[in-house]
């Protein structure tokens, strides 16, 4: 196999072994990972440099709402003693400054073509190769394609008639790339998910006033940030391999200890002072505060009414409170993490616009106008109204499999997927945290490195067996979806509206687009896969069709 030229568009297609798409967290491990087993790879990044979501996300306030000591790579153990992360909870220019450390320390740049992007992957069943072609005009045909493109890195844009009317700024809280001042400035954010959550406090220090155009409330939990002291940053440091598989064997990539009591025959007292002290701890964690809070309706409720009365607690006015107050079940959403979020409301230069009384009509030269006639007068106009998640990038580009089947075609009806890593009819196609799988449910990090030493390894099987290409029966396929909805239904998810159930996208199919089990059955079934060589996979020799 050759070396791809990272220069310039090539002239003729260039042969490699894997093609990766994207460079964020999973690209670039992805690279490392490949070139490590002797691979050839090409890599294409649509930004300007490497970082994937913190490459992008680049608004006032954007955070990990997952500790930095686990939010980061396991793989090198003289990476985890060189970096020290600053702060509990690492800030976007922090961890975008540690993507780029690791992208110098291991050389990984040169793999990749920047402020590229992929437009087509088509399938060669004769030669079973993969031909991948990019906006800069390259095509590189390659053995193996690998989609590290992010479960959230699709914006979805409000459909607000006029909104390309307005006079004045829209901005994107996915693509907030320069900066912006808003000093003085008539401010809207819509949408109130996490990066409306984080950035909210911050923008309405700058800003003259702002508004927050809500549809849905959320459940947020305090991070508590804080810096590390260097005490606390040695005892790290010299605990990592312990505390990295402590964490891997945990239902969400993350150490938290565990309640001593069970929540349904506990006393109230036991109950309540359990629950503060997962307060205390805050942030994500909330949600292990009982191992099966998302699975019992009755703890969920139990869980979900504390964390309101949190809410609550935080709001001066009784109105605004009450439309802060989410109704669905506890985590049924994505659970939020916040600094003073909710404290915001009890400024006069902050104004909440709860849009299940009115709904937006549509957007002029000046601002917003809202159902019921009334026109907020705006200057910016934020947009942080989500992803069309964990499919949305892979349904972006042209990608045809066996007999020229679109992914379009294939997930017509269903994300159709087995062990959301493989597609059936698309060889050698892999996903990194793709539908079906536990990323979005998992610290992103470790599942995504899992994933990709899962295909290295695999790769590693089919070339010492004489084989040439790898995926999943029909059946495994089928199976695998069935597994995984009749997990989600025994759980709180389907009874919200969300980006997990595909409800943010107009036309998507309704159904659970991640794995709910928890990491360890997760894990377990690529484990056995391996030990048993792949039973779920049809194996091809280069001369089968």
Same mark, same amino acid.
């Given at each position: 196999?050759?070396?791809?030229?990272?220069?310039?568009?090539?002239?003729? =297609?260039?042969?490699?072994?894997?093609?990766?798409?994207?460079?964020?967290?999973?690209?670039?491990?992805?690279?490392?990972?490949?070139?490590?087993?002797?691979?050839?790879?090409?890599?294409?990044? !649509?930004?300007?440099? *490497?970082?994937?979501?913190?490459?992008?996300? !680049?608004?006032?306030?954007?955070?990990?709402?997952?500790?930095? @000591?686990?939010?980061?790579?396991?793989?090198? /153990?003289?990476? &985890?003693?060189?970096?020290?992360?600053?702060? !509990?909870?690492?800030?976007?220019?922090?961890?975008?400054?540690?993507?780029?450390?690791?992208?110098?320390?291991?050389?990984?740049?040169?793999?990749?073509?920047?402020?590229?992007?992929?437009?087509?992957? *088509?399938?060669?069943?004769?030669?079973?190769?993969?031909?991948?072609?990019?906006?800069?005009?390259? +095509?590189?045909?390659?053995?193996?394609?690998?989609?590290?493109?992010?479960?959230?890195?699709?914006?979805?844009?409000?459909? +607000?008639?006029?909104?390309?009317?307005?006079?004045?700024?829209?901005?994107?809280? %996915?693509?907030?790339?320069?900066? +912006?001042?808003?000093?003085?400035?008539?401010?809207?954010?819509?949408?109130?998910? %996490?990066?409306?959550?984080?950035?909210?406090?911050?923008?309405?220090?700058?800003?003259?006033?702002?508004?927050?155009?809500?549809?849905?409330?959320?459940?947020? +939990?305090?991070?508590?940030? !804080?810096?590390?002291?260097?005490?606390?940053?040695?005892?790290?440091?010299?605990?990592?391999?312990?505390?990295?598989?402590?964490?891997?064997?945990? *239902?969400?990539?993350?150490?938290?200890?565990?309640?001593?009591?069970?929540?349904?025959?506990?006393? =109230?007292?036991?109950?309540?002072?359990?629950?503060?002290?997962?307060?205390?701890?805050?942030?994500?964690?909330?949600?292990?505060?009982?191992?099966?809070?998302?699975?019992?309706?009755?703890?969920?409720?139990?869980?979900?009414?504390?964390?309101?009365?949190?809410?609550?607690?935080?709001?001066?006015?009784?109105?605004?409170?009450?439309?802060?107050?989410?109704?669905?079940?506890?985590?049924?959403?994505?659970?939020?993490?916040?600094?003073?979020?909710?404290?915001?409301?009890?400024?006069?230069?902050?104004?909440?616009?709860?849009?299940?009384?009115?709904?937006?009509?549509?957007?002029?030269?000046?601002?917003?106008?809202?159902?019921?006639?009334?026109?907020?007068?705006?200057?910016?106009?934020?947009?942080?109204?989500?992803?069309?998640?964990?499919?949305?990038?892979?349904?972006?580009?042209?990608?045809?499999?066996?007999?020229?089947?679109? @992914?379009?075609?294939?997930?017509?009806?269903?994300?159709?997927?087995?062990?959301?890593?493989?597609?059936?009819?698309?060889?050698?196609?892999?996903?990194?945290?793709?539908?079906?799988?536990?990323? *979005?449910?998992?610290?992103?990090?470790?599942?995504?490195?899992?994933?990709?030493?899962?295909?290295?390894?695999?790769?590693?099987?089919?070339?010492?067996?004489?084989?040439?290409?790898?995926? =999943?029966?029909? /059946?495994? /396929?089928?199976?695998?979806?069935?597994?995984?909805?009749?997990?989600?239904? &025994?759980?709180?998810?389907?009874?919200?509206?969300?980006?997990?159930?595909?409800?943010?996208?107009?036309?998507?199919?309704?159904?659970?687009?991640?794995?709910?089990?928890?990491?360890?059955?997760?894990?377990?079934?690529?484990?056995?896969?391996?030990?048993?060589?792949?039973?779920?996979?049809?194996?091809?020799?280069?001369?089968?069709?």
């Amino acid at each position: 196999m050759s070396t791809p030229n990272p220069g310039p568009a090539a002239e003729a =297609p260039v042969d490699v072994d894997v093609v990766v798409v994207g460079a964020g967290f999973a690209g670039l491990y992805g690279v490392h990972r490949f070139r490590t087993d002797g691979l050839s790879v090409r890599g294409f990044e !649509r930004g300007s440099g *490497v970082g994937g979501t913190w490459f992008w996300n !680049r608004y006032p306030g954007a955070r990990c709402d997952i500790e930095s @000591i686990y939010y980061s790579y396991s793989f090198s /153990e003289e990476l &985890q003693q060189e970096w020290t992360w600053t702060h !509990r909870y690492a800030t976007q220019p922090e961890i975008l400054a540690y993507l780029n450390h690791v992208a110098d320390r291991f050389d990984l740049r040169k793999a990749f073509a920047f402020d590229t992007s992929v437009t087509s992957a *088509v399938f060669d069943d004769e030669s079973q190769t993969w031909t991948v072609t990019a906006d800069n005009g390259e +095509i590189v045909r390659c053995r193996f394609v690998v989609m590290a493109t992010g479960p959230l890195s699709t914006p979805v844009d409000p459909q +607000i008639p006029g909104l390309t009317e307005f006079g004045g700024q829209v901005v994107r809280t %996915s693509d907030w790339l320069d900066e +912006i001042d808003l000093t003085g400035k008539r401010v809207g954010i819509v949408g109130t998910g %996490s990066s409306c959550i984080q950035s909210a406090p911050i923008i309405a220090d700058e800003a003259e006033h702002l508004h927050v155009f809500q549809r849905t409330p959320q459940f947020s +939990i305090p991070a508590w940030n !804080r810096p590390y002291d260097e005490d606390e940053i040695a005892r790290i440091k010299a605990g990592y391999p312990r505390m990295r598989q402590d964490a891997w064997d945990t *239902v969400g990539g993350i150490i938290y200890e565990q309640a001593d009591h069970d929540p349904l025959t506990a006393t =109230p007292e036991q109950r309540q002072a359990w629950l503060e002290r997962t307060w205390a701890r805050g942030g994500y964690l909330m949600i292990a505060s009982y191992p099966n809070v998302v699975f019992n309706d009755e703890v969920n409720s139990m869980v979900g009414e504390f964390v309101k009365e949190k809410i609550r607690a935080r709001i001066h006015d009784e109105r605004v409170a009450d439309q802060l107050t989410p109704t669905y079940p506890f985590a049924a959403k994505r659970l939020c993490v916040d600094t003073d979020y909710f404290e915001i409301y009890n400024r006069e230069d902050v104004t909440l616009v709860d849009l299940r009384e009115h709904g937006i009509s549509h957007a002029d030269t000046g601002g917003i106008v809202l159902k019921d006639s009334s026109r907020i007068d705006l200057d910016v106009i934020v947009l942080a109204t989500g992803f069309h998640a964990l499919t949305g990038a892979i349904l972006g580009i042209d990608l045809r499999g066996r007999g020229g089947v679109t @992914i379009q075609e294939k997930w017509s009806g269903s994300a159709a997927n087995h062990l959301g890593l493989t597609v059936a009819g698309f060889p050698n196609f892999f996903m990194v945290s793709g539908p079906g799988s536990i990323g *979005v449910l998992y610290n992103m990090i470790p599942a995504a490195e899992q994933h990709i030493d899962f295909i290295a390894d695999a790769i590693a099987y089919l070339d010492s067996h004489g084989l040439t290409s790898i995926e =999943p029966t029909e /059946e495994a /396929e089928k199976a695998w979806s069935a597994h995984v909805n009749e997990v989600a239904e &025994q759980s709180v998810y389907p009874k919200a509206n969300t980006w997990y159930m595909g409800d943010n996208v107009p036309g998507k199919p309704r159904e659970f687009l991640a794995y709910a089990g928890g990491g360890p059955a997760y894990f377990e079934h690529f484990t056995k896969e391996q030990a048993e060589g792949y039973p779920s996979f049809v194996l091809r020799e280069r001369s089968s069709r």
